[in-house]
């Protein structure tokens, strides 16, 4: 019989857990398949693992992997699916805005014979006017600068088979940008259309700042162009220079030396001081992440695993040569 893996990365989830069990329970026991729910503990300082091991007896199909501290949401998921054992695997969010009353649908489209299903938003009504125009700033980019094709308005939320799994398991960076990874990892996909209800308990583990390196994470894990981009700059720059140039030799030769541009030098030097600056910048960007690549530090440390029974798990690709992330969100 097929067995469906449940990931579930969770931060200071406890207040979540209870209805996550309650809703979720009902529906997998429905499906009729084989089921596992792998709690992935991002270094939660509240109650969340107790509450996960005190509900085990009742819920058997829980697996706990404890990872050692924080180390992201993204971290979280690698080490969930590295110790899924599923045929299918359904990365989830603990606050229930992932609605499992589309894991259904989701298995009916998977036994098709597509490997991937997205659940996609029909709208952001529940997102905050900022949220949803970021998001959409952050995608349109996204598909202008790289080469995988990120599904829009499309979170974590998915069924992915086990093929797309172990394919990304393979990706060895340490940069664990997933939606850009799962994206890249291709497959045949379709989708399901769902409305995303506001958080069920517990309140959201994002800030601004670590959507902001999320974001950075996205673009520079699948990009180039930002790198490149200077030296089309650059040449507008000198092009524009030369330009200026002949026009000030001109100006000399007609009506000889007058006041000196204070004004234009000024502004000319500060520009070109702040181009420069953000393209170091931009440098920067990439070459702390060649940084955090080449130490080849794993991804994600388990501290302990629960559920597993005595055999313990060997998680699909070695921990040590898992990637790691910068424990950005
Ligand atoms: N999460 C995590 N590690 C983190 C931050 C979040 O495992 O460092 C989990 C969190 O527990 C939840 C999921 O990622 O299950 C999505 O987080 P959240 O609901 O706070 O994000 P939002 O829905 O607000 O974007
Ligand atoms: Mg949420």
């Not at 100006?251 to 007058?258: A, S, Y």
Request: with cysteine; proline share 5%.
């Amino acid at each position: 019989m097929a067995k469906i893996s449940l990931v579930i990365p969770c931060h200071n989830e406890e207040a979540a857990i209870p209805v996550f069990l309650s809703a979720v329970t009902p529906i997998m026991d429905g499906t009729g398949l084989d089921y596992e729910m792998v709690f992935v503990d991002d270094g939660s300082r509240d109650a969340t693992v107790a509450t996960i091991i005190g509900f085990s007896n009742q819920y058997p199909n829980i697996r706990l992997v404890e990872l050692s501290r924080n180390f992201g949401k993204e971290a979280a998921m690698t080490a969930g699916f590295s110790y899924a054992t599923g045929d299918a695997i359904i990365p989830m969010d603990a606050d229930l805005q992932d609605p499992p009353e589309l894991i259904p649908a989701m298995i009916t489209k998977w036994q098709e014979g597509f490997r991937v299903v997205h659940a996609v938003r029909r709208s952001r009504a529940t997102d905050s006017w900022v949220k949803r125009n970021t998001a959409m700033a952050f995608y349109g980019l996204m598909e202008g600068i790289t080469d995988v094709k990120i599904p829009a308005n499309c979170g974590d939320y998915r069924l992915m088979d086990r093929a797309v799994v172990n394919a990304i398991l393979s990706f060895p960076e340490r940069n664990r940008f997933m939606k850009g990874i799962m994206a890249a990892a291709g497959f045949k996909a379709t989708q399901v259309e769902y409305d995303r209800p506001e958080r069920a308990a517990g309140e959201t583990k994002f800030n601004f700042w670590k959507l902001w390196n999320f974001a950075l994470d996205g673009i520079t894990g699948f990009s180039t162009v930002p790198l490149r981009m200077w030296t089309y700059l650059g040449a507008i720059v000198a092009f524009w220079s030369f330009v200026f140039a002949g026009w000030i030799v001109a100006k000399t030769m007609i009506w000889g030396v007058v006041t000196p541009g204070y004004a234009t030098v000024t502004s000319v030097v500060l520009f070109l001081g702040g181009v420069q600056l953000i393209g170091i910048g931009v440098l920067g960007e990439y070459i702390g992440r060649i940084f955090a690549e080449t130490k080849r530090r794993p991804m994600f440390v388990v501290g302990a695993l629960h559920g597993f029974g005595n055999r313990g798990v060997a998680p699909v690709i070695p921990i040590d040569q898992a990637a790691a992330s910068r424990g950005g969100y």
